[in-house]
């Protein structure tokens, strides 16, 4: 059962104006990972379910980030039918990302009162999913629309909440561009939690880069 409400959930999204996400079959590491971003200030995380078994290590990490990180709020990501979203939210997830727009994974979530951000790519994807409840959306791939689109978007909608996901990295104008246009918050994924931070395992490294880009999200809105 989810820890937060999807209320709860997209009021932090807001706040702290960041998602990281990853995916690693390593428990271990995973948590590693939890904890260095954890220490830089995030408390949210999107773990991308996209390999065998993957449920299990969400599940540890879960775990591990109820029993020792207080107020780091768990998701998944790359959710593509209801089942998979029913299973990982019997295991706690506070929040399921999807890589495109799936009413029967909106009527499971909803059930739950666990919020659910599907990917979108047009207005009305994007009319759509709101009408299914949805409180922010992931526009996904962030690289193919830009800024521009978010921006037309906020214009005849200002009540819509966008989170673009894919091209957005940690320099200052990229996120610049972002932030000006209007979303709420970004995902943000290897531009972060890099193949290089997992190889070298890097993790003092990726505390400093989580802090320095929620500092620089800071900033920017100020």
Known sequence: ???????????????????????HPD????????????????RL????????????????LNKYAIKE???????????????????????GANFIVTPSLREDIA?????????????????????KAEELGCEIIKLFPGSTYGPGFVKAIKGPQPWTSIMPTGGVSTEEANLSGWFDAGVTCVGMGSK??????????????????????LDLIKKIRS
């Open 45 to 60: 995380m999107e773990f991308t379910a996209r390999g065998d078994f993957a449920y299990e290590v969400f599940l540890e």
């Open 69 to 91: 990180l207080p107020g780091m709020i768990m998701g998944v990501g790359s959710i593509t039918d209801a089942a998979a979203a029913s299973l990982f939210m019997q295991m």
């Open 27 to 42: 428990n271990e590491l995973g948590k590693k990972v939890l904890k260095a971003c954890y220490d830089g200030g995030a």
């Open 1 to 23: 059962m989810a820890q937060y409400s999807r209320i709860e959930v997209a009021t932090v999204m807001k706040e702290t104006g960041m998602v990281p996400l990853f995916y």
């Open 107 to 127: 009527i499971v979530c909803n059930r739950r009162k666990v919020l659910w951000s599907p990917g979108c790519g047009s207005l009305t994807e994007i009319n």
């Open 192 to 213: 972060l939690i890099s193949k290089e931070v997992l190889a070298t395992k890097d993790y003092d490294g990726l505390t400093a880069k989580v802090r320095n880009t």
